[in-house]
């Protein structure tokens, strides 16, 4: 049976495969440079052992299966990974058919699965798991460069994304204020006016309540 959750920075991560929708991808919102960047995570590397075609098939089970039936094999893989957060979207996206459904699939894991997390550029997936009631779930709606005015006025609806090929670091916003940066294997905290390095590892910022979850109090036990 396919594996739908597979280790991810020191959590359950889910993988979808990376790339345009016409060549077999999942990142309908992506930039150019995005998909430069991430060209490598296509196939199996050092750091990412998943197999393009595990991708493709993990991707076609949640997308297809019994909704019900996905969630239910997603908790137990969690479980499976002893892991307290599920982070979506390691790799690849959510494409705008299957926004709905995936929306579905988080809202119902919210009960049982004690964070969520993930960061996509499909604004109405990032828009409606922000009106979902339950705070266990912190999607971040990945933006690059953009205008004040804009950031202003979406980084109040929830955490906005704005990475840096650069430094391969992501700076995290809400209402306007940038309050951490993550990537590269750092996460950047600002405390007292000074800025510390720490690893990164989701499992870490979840119990520090750092990174994704600065003032996010998780509620609940995983089941």
């Known amino acids: 049976m396919t594996k739908l959750v597979y280790p991810f920075s020191g959590v359950a991560g889910i993988f ?3 790339g345009k929708l016409d060549e077999g991808g999942t990142c309908e919102f992506a930039s150019e440079k995005c998909l430069k960047v991430c060209a490598a995570f296509k196939n199996a590397t050092a750091t990412n052992k998943i197999d393009y075609r595990d991708k493709c098939n993990a991707f076609f089970e949640i997308t ?15 479980k ?3 892991s307290d957060v599920l982070y979506w979207f390691a790799s690849g996206d959510c494409p705008s058919e299957f926004t709905d459904r995936i929306v579905h699939i988080i809202k119902g894991l919210s ?3 004690p964070a969520q997390i993930g960061f996509t550029r499909n604004q109405e997936l990032w828009e409606k798991t922000n009106r979902l009631d339950n705070i266990n779930v912190r ?3 990945t933006l690059e460069k953009p205008y004040k005015s804009r950031l202003q006025r979406m980084s109040s609806l929830g955490t906005i994304a704005v990475p840096n090929y650069n430094t391969g670091n992501i700076k995290l916003y809400r209402c306007t204020q940038s ?3 993550c990537g590269a ?10 800025t510390i390095k720490k690893k990164a590892d989701c499992s870490n910022c979840l119990k520090e309540k750092i990174g994704c979850f600065k003032d996010f109090e998780i509620k609940g036990e995983l089941l």
């Open 80 to 82: 499976d990974l002893n």
């Open 111 to 113: 009960y049982v699965i």
């Open 185 to 194: 294997g750092i996460v950047y905290v600002k405390k007292l006016g000074e």
């Open 16 to 18: 979808f495969p990376v």
């Open 179 to 181: 309050y951490t940066s």
């Open 64 to 78: 297809q299966f019994l909704v019900h039936s996905v969630i239910w094999r997603i908790l137990k893989e969690v």
């Open 139 to 141: 999607i971040a709606l």
